[in-house]
């Protein structure tokens, strides 16, 4: 008498690549959030881990509005204005409030430690959009420590971000993004092997989520795709964030 069919697990993880103050991020983190759900209710099972990356690794914490340094840096309080409505307007049909007359350009090493330190206490995808909420609703500096620590003790997280706590993980880990060529976030990288770049439509990211759990099925034979590569040096309209 022969066995039971094979049945397909539908089990995939996914590392997800993002800045804080990124606003494609944000929309792309909301609309995977999204896909998860119904991929859930459809019986699948999804690992998310949340991996640092830094737009603008040198950027200082000095209290300057993001549109201040938009404008000096990309020719202009108009082109500024016209790059920053396009995206807020997009996030708003996502549901989400992006204020950039009041974000706070910030240097997010600790801002991805504190998220890595909550990670670790089950608290990760709380810590991320807080932070989020914090940088884009509410005009909070996230590269202010004492800011961070008041986030953190809202969460229930502990963090000593005046010590080293995470600060070497989080190192390594910007590290590792860059050794596989990460130049734009958001990028959703599932089973370590397939990528998808860009705050994608949600209908795009659930239908990713079932092509990869079919491709694989947990198997290590599974074809490797390369992540896609931008040239860009900023936000564009298309949907990510590049370095």
């Known amino acids: 008498m022969s066995g039971p069919p094979h049945r397909l697990q539908r089990y995939v993880k996914v590392e997800i ?3 804080i103050v990124c606003p494609w991020c944000y929309i792309g983190h909301a609309r995977f959030a999204r896909a998860v759900e119904r991929y859930r209710a459809k019986g699948g099972e999804v690992e998310v881990e949340f991996r640092p990356f830094q737009l603008m690794p040198d950027a200082k914490s000095n209290g300057e509005l993001t549109l201040t340094w938009a404008a000096k840096k990309f020719g202009g309080a108009e082109r500024a204005a016209q790059m920053f409505g396009r995206v807020g307007g997009v996030a708003a049909e996502d549901g989400l409030v992006l204020d950039f007359d009041h974000a706070i350009q ?3 090493f600790d801002a991805h430690r504190l998220i890595r330190l909550a990670g670790e206490q089950g608290k990760g995808e709380e810590a991320l959009y807080a932070l989020f909420r914090a940088h ?3 005009g909070l500096d996230v590269g202010s420590r004492e800011v961070l620590a008041r986030l953190a003790g809202e969460l229930g997280v502990r963090a000593d971000l005046d010590g080293a706590d995470g600060v070497a993980a989080v190192r390594e880990e910007l590290a590792r993004a860059r050794a596989i060529g990460v130049s734009s976030v958001p990028l959703f990288l599932f089973e ?3 990528a998808v770049s860009g705050a994608q439509p949600e209908d795009t990211l659930l239908a990713a989520l079932e092509e990869v759990a079919e491709r694989t099925g947990r198997s290590p034979a599974a ?3 390369k992540a896609a590569q931008s040239g860009g040096d900023a936000c564009d ?3 990510y964030c590049a370095v």
Do not use: I, K, L, M
């Open 223 to 225: 074809r490797a795709v």
């Open 237 to 239: 309209d298309e949907g």
């Open 192 to 194: 370590g092997q397939f």
């Open 136 to 138: 884009f609703t509410d």
């Open 106 to 108: 910030a240097n997010t």
């Open 17 to 19: 690549y993002s800045d």
